[in-house]
């Protein structure tokens, strides 16, 4: 098992997601925080939902939690919950007409910087990753992301050509930054697909970052 995070960063309005795996993930101040995290994300869905509402589309916070199915609540399960109750077609139509970052219903989340998920991830003996960097609409926050500190980049990633991957695996190698891969599998939420295994990653670039992990977990129990 590797106990891992996904920490939802804002660069110049963009989503920058950064991962943060062998993180600490029994230690209580942890815990606790993402606890904290959980109750705003549930009530930034219901904010939404409000907002809906007051446009006249009358969705059932009832369907939203359900669909979640005891996860935390994102815009993702309150589209999907619009799919599923027949108010829009699409996932992508929920976004473009209501929930995108323009759409009338969008809510802002709270924001953190790349360098703050960093130093989190770290204090908690993680290895920070910049998560599929091929898919923000700007470069600005992929290099952010490398300033802040991230100790590697996410290279294979099912939204990521060859090409791409290509790329990114010079930006690591030249900023000396760990590589890997992942599914970013989310259940069915990207076009009802799952994409889980369908990344396949060579240990010895998993077992890099055990090693860094290790060693943080070593350097605090010495210190």
């Known amino acids: 098992m590797v106990p891992a995070v996904e920490m939802s960063c804002i660069v110049d309005s963009v989503d920058v997601h950064v991962l943060g795996y062998f993180v600490d ?3 209580p101040e942890l815990l606790g925080f993402f606890e904290g995290m959980r109750k705003a994300r549930h009530d930034r869905a ?8 007051a446009l006249g589309v009358d969705l059932p916070w009832e369907r ?9 609540v994102g815009r993702p399960h309150v589209a999907q919950a619009m799919v599923d109750e027949g108010l829009v077609g699409s996932l992508e139509e929920a976004f473009a007409k209501y929930l995108g970052y323009d759409g009338p219903a969008y809510v802002p989340k709270k924001k953190l ?12 003996h993680g290895v920070s990753v910049l998560a599929h960097p091929g898919i923000y609409r700007r470069g ?12 590697g980049i996410e290279v294979w990633h099912p ?4 090409d791409v991957s290509g790329h990114f695996a010079e930006v690591a190698e030249k900023n000396r930054l760990l590589v890997t891969g992942g599914s ?9 697909h799952i994409y889980l295994g369908e990344v396949q990653v060579e240990y010895r670039y998993l077992a890099r970052v055990k090693r860094l992990a290790r060693e943080r977990r070593e350097d605090k129990a010495g210190g």
């Open 25 to 27: 993930h029994r230690d």
């Open 46 to 53: 219901r904010k939404m939902v409000e907002k809906l509402a």
């Open 64 to 72: 939203v939690e359900a669909g979640a199915a005891g996860a935390a």
């Open 113 to 124: 910087s790349p360098a703050e998920a960093v130093e989190f991830i770290r204090r908690f």
């Open 140 to 151: 600005k926050g992929v290099y952010e992301a490398i300033a802040a500190g991230v100790d």
């Open 159 to 162: 939204d990521h050509a060859r």
């Open 184 to 192: 970013d599998c989310h259940g069915g939420r990207k076009r009802g």
